[in-house]
């Protein structure tokens, strides 16, 4: 399965519950790529929402501990294999775990793709993704080139994991 993030210099994801910049064209890679398909995401992520709802046109898997959680239009998983099982029906690159730190964190060992969103500046944040450029077992394998949004620049990349020996 895949999962998909945008990251900092310092691979950080967010800061008191929201996300560090929105990028238009981020935003528009993350609905091309995963419309139509399975996202997996943790209950704070799915309160950063707008409006604390799902995502629309997507299977909505949201991961929470709290046995008396109910969201329309998601299904409420109280663990990791639950999840799985939810997502049994769909090809694995049609899954898409979309955070936040702990969802990314407990997923990992089963994604074999990552879209990542590289944002070339420092924010000041609470909650990361493990540095893949530092994980063994993951390889850069495409990067866009750099584009910008007002000062920022940014690149698209795809790390895959290595082939399991
Ligand atoms: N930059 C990005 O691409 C990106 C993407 C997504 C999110 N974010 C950011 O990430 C931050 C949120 O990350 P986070 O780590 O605090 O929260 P999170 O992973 O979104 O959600 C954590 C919650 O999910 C549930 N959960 C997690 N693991 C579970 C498991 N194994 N079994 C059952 N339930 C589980 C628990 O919910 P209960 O408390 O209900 O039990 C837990 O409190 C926000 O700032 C958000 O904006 C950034």
Known sequence: MNLIAAVD???????AGRLLVSIPSDRETFRRETVGKAVIMGHKTLMSLPGGQPLAKRTNIVLSRDPDLRVKGAVVCRSVEEALGAVGGFAPGDIFVIGGQETYDAFLPYCDTAFITYIDYAYQADTYLRNLDRE????LCE???ELTYFN?????????RKERR
Not at 136 to 139: A, Q
Request: glycine share 4%; aromatic share 22%; proline share 4%.
């Open 9 to 15: 210099k310092n691979w950080a994801i967010g800061k």
């Open 136 to 139: 063994p077992d993951w390889t």
């Open 143 to 145: 990067e866009s080139d």
């Open 152 to 160: 920022l620049c940014y690149t698209f990349r795809r790390y895959v």
